[in-house]
Structure formats: C-alpha cells, structure tokens
C-alpha cells in the first residue's frame, strides 16, 4: 500500500524549501537506520531552487552527506558539462558545495555512444551499491522526481517502449517530440523506492497535477509511480496545486 504525503506552500521557494527539508530528514534517517543513503537526484529546472537550499545551510545542518551515494534518475544524451545536463545542474546547485564523497556520485553517461550498453552500465552500478539480492529489486531510499507537462516524470515520457520496461532498472530510449535520446530510471526501480519526491511548482503544472495525482490518469506516465512498499511525497506550490 502506497502512503501518500501532500505538502502545499504558498511560493515555489517555500515549496522547494520543504523539499530540501524533507530531503534532510530522509536521508538523516536512512543513514542512522543502514548507515548510508541511496539518493536519486532529478533533473530539469524545479528542482534547482531546493538544491540551492541544501547547499546554502550545509554547514549548520547535521545530515550525513558523506554517506549519501548519489545517483540520477535521468540524463539527457549531452556532455557533463553541457548546460543542459542534469550532472551539471546538480554539481552546480549542490553537489560542489557539499561535504560529499565525490566517489560516492554517480553520472549517467547518456552521452555514451552506445546508450544501451551505458544503460545496462548503470543499472550495473545500482546493483552492485544499492543492493543486488535476485529477488527483489535494489530499493532507494529517495528518488526525487519533477513532472512534465506532458505527464512525464524523468525521462519516462508517453508513448515510449520504455513505459512497458517490467525488468530492467535503467534504460535508454529516443524521445521522439524532443528528437533526442534520453536514459532513465525505470516504473520498476522507481517503484521500489522507499520514498519517491515529487517537487512541482508553477500555474503551467496545475492540469497536469491534477490528472497524475487526483484522477490517476494511467494514459500519463507519472500517474503509474506508485511504490507499493514506499511513500510517495508531492510537494507542490499554491499554483502547482490550484485545481486540487
Ligand atoms: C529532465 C527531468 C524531467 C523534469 C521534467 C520537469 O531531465 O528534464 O528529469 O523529468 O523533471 O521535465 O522539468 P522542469 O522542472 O524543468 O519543469
């Protein structure tokens, strides 16, 4: 049974502010019960606001970020160091102003030549860090996520194959309405997380928020992220949540 946890705050800093503290609270609790944390980052703009709130309060906070084994749900098919890579927004926002064992992050190489070796590369690392038990799948302990408008939720967008993917963690895919090639976090890895966080905020989110998380549209690929032994936190601004 998934447990559902909905935070609304009047300003998209308000809301990422409460992202950044239930991040806090998760992974200071994942490290105090298994002595590390298994972290998803997401990727996209929302998300940027609530890693700045991270990095800005580093020093007085007392979480374990040296503990934290980081990992991205999703990358685009770009450089490192390309704008426009989810790495490079998250070691901008977060990652460099951290306390964090460099050799505990993990990029995606979305920008591998052949994403689909790349992608059974990750998944690889996954189950060699985040656990590797046959019979179950390695469970995060967070996966932050965003929401497109379009439904998507990292880089798992409508009417892709790799919406059907019930095996495989991570997989690559060519997302035809932005004629690039993504790789993403699979329905199956995500649904085994013990948390999933959706951060959404903006007026532009509000229809879409309210097909995924209040009339469960499945026909939307982030209404399928439902971790059935996990909760699923959505924290969202006034706007995002207008038509709730
Ligand atoms: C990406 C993200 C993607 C993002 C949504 C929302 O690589 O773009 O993983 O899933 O979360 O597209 O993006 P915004 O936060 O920019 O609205």
Redesign the pocket.
């Known amino acids: 049974m998934t447990h559902s946890n909905i935070i609304v705050e009047k300003t998209p800093d308000a809301a990422s502010a409460a992202a950044a503290r239930l991040c806090k609270e998760i992974v200071t609790e994942a490290v105090h019960q298994r002595g590390l944390c298994h972290l998803a980052l997401?990727?996209?703009?929302?998300?940027r606001i609530t890693y700045m709130h991270l990095a800005d309060h580093v020093t007085t906070d007392q979480v374990p970020w040296s503990k934290v084994e980081v990992f991205f749900?999703?990358?685009?098919d770009v450089p490192q160091d390309d704008v426009e890579s989810?790495y490079a927004m998250a070691q901008r926002t977060l990652l460099d102003h951290m306390p964090i064992d460099w050799s505990r992050v993990h990029a995606m190489r979305a920008d591998a030549g052949d994403l689909d070796a790349a992608s059974w590369e990750y998944e690889r690392i996954i189950r060699d860090i985040v656990g590797n038990d046959s019979k179950h799948i390695p469970q995060f302990d967070m996966i932050m996520?965003?929401?497109?408008g379009d439904g998507?939720?990292?880089?798992l967008f409508p009417n892709c194959p790799s919406l059907e993917e019930a095996h495989r963690l991570v997989v690559s895919c060519h997302i035809p309405i932005l004629g690039r090639n993504?790789m993403t976090f699979t329905f199956p890895l995500i649904n085994a997380a013990r948390n999933v966080l959706f951060l959404i905020t903006?007026d532009d989110?509000a229809a879409v928020v309210k097909r995924v998380f209040q009339d469960h549209d499945q026909s939307l690929p982030a209404a399928r992220i439902s971790p059935p032994h996990g909760t699923i936190n959505i924290v969202l601004d006034a706007a995002a949540a207008r038509l709730l």
């Open positions: 997401a990727g996209g703009t929302t998300p749900g999703d990358e685009r989810n996520l965003g929401l497109g998507h939720a990292a880089s993504r903006g989110k």
